[in-house]
């Protein structure tokens, strides 16, 4: 492994460190550990319905009986009941006499509008489209192939074209994702240099509009499919750095914005197979300004038998989009493929570090 790879763990932050190096508790006997995690299904379940149902945001206003939760959700409240005593039992939501429920810290998240909302991705992984492909992971295993395809016919960003309803509730989802990861990329990187900063794949704009209002002499691009630029341009108006933004429709297999002196990539790599992101990358190649910067936001899987969020994920590349969350060394592989140079990983205070690599040439 080169040493910009092995970077990867002297820069990792003291808390994540600590938190990867942690096992599970030498008193819990094996049965039990394999137990909490069968069970783990269940408890993911639990939690989709209460999120679907919107459940967290009917107890701002204070503590509500399982009777009044079932009338305002139309549902059939020995049941919700059963269902929230559950997830109380896992610390979300506190369960207080006669059966009534109120909000607790860790049922903050599920709110709609609380700043770090979580609501939306639990409701994209627990939804049954999604949630019968994880059923199937074996069949990816055997094949190597996504379930996605084979459980739909056709795969994942095909669904979701001939989809809306789904699309959106993906969309909603990422954009989600997007918001926890926006402060730390954007205090974990100095953009200040660049000129311009061209973000593929950037959905609504969110990560982009963000650093370039804490970086007042960049000017960005923000290019994505065309749909998703047409929706994005009322949400980029808004912001502090409407006057900076240009728009770029198209596809990232074909060419991307030409002129660029970093192109940015938040979750979008890890979509792909090596084969497919080499073409990304070599696009971006091709199209960026002499010294420029490719900048890929991703979680960098740890070496050891420590918990990772990345290895979870790397199980939902597997099935859905057939795409994979990658080490240092296999970041270092896929840019030299490409005709570039892995320089630097810088993690973030999140789960996803920034990858930083220029060209070979």
């Known amino acids: 492994m080169s040493t910009a790879a092995s970077e990867v763990e002297e820069n990792r932050p003291e808390t994540e460190k600590a938190q990867q190096s942690s096992e599970r508790p030498a008193s819990a006997p094996p049965e039990a550990v394999v137990m909490q995690i069968t ?15 919107g459940i967290a945001d009917l107890l701002i206003d204070g503590p509500r009986t399982v009777e009044e939760l079932a009338t305002a959700t139309d549902t059939h409240a ?17 369960e207080q006499e006669n059966r009534t429920f109120a909000l607790n810290a860790n049922a903050e998240p599920l709110r709609s509008d609380a700043p770090n909302s979580l609501r939306n991705i639990v409701i994209f992984m627990g939804e049954d489209w999604h949630w019968e492909v994880w059923g199937k992971t074996l069949f990816s295993v055997r094949t190597g192939r996504s379930v996605w395809a084979e459980k739909h016919g056709e795969d994942v960003f095909g669904y979701f074209k001939s989809n809306p309803e789904a699309a959106g509730i993906f969309d909603r989802a990422m954009t989600s994702l997007s918001a926890l990861s926006t402060k ?3 205090e974990g990187y100095d953009f200040s240099g660049i000129k311009t900063l061209v973000d593929i794949a950037g959905g609504q704009g969110r990560l982009l509009t963000a650093i370039l209002e804490a970086n007042p ?4 691009v923000l290019f994505d499919m065309p749909h998703v630029i047409e929706g994005a ?17 198209g596809d990232f297999f074909e060419s991307v914005p030409a002129g660029g002196d970093a192109y940015l990539m938040k979750h979008i790599i890890h979509d792909w197979d090596d084969e497919r ?11 960026m300004n ?29 099935v859905s989009p057939g795409g ?4 240092a060394a296999e970041y270092e592989d896929l840019f030299k493929r490409a005709g570039l140079r892995l320089t630097r990983i810088l993690p973030t205070r999140s789960a996803y570090s920034i990858i930083e690599a220029v060209s070979a040439d």
Request: hydrophobic letters at 50%; aromatic letters at 4%; zero cysteines.
């Open 233 to 249: 341009r009322a949400n980029v108006a808004i912001t502090g750095a409407a006057d900076r933004v240009d728009f770029a429709s």
């Open 290 to 318: 002499p010294g420029g910067r490719v900048l890929l936001v991703e979680s960098v899987i740890a070496d050891g038998n420590n918990q990772d969020f990345g290895k979870l994920m790397d199980i939902e590349m597997l």
């Open 217 to 220: 002499s960049v000017r960005g």
């Open 184 to 186: 730390p990329v954007t």
């Open 39 to 53: 069970l783990g299904a269940l408890a993911s379940q639990a939690l989709y319905v209460p999120a679907k149902l």
């Open 324 to 327: 994979k969350e990658r080490t």
């Open 78 to 94: 020995p049941s919700l009941y059963r269902v929230l005593r559950a997830v109380a039992s896992l610390g979300i939501f506190t």
């Open 277 to 287: 992101a080499v073409t990304i990358l070599r696009n971006i190649k091709q199209a």
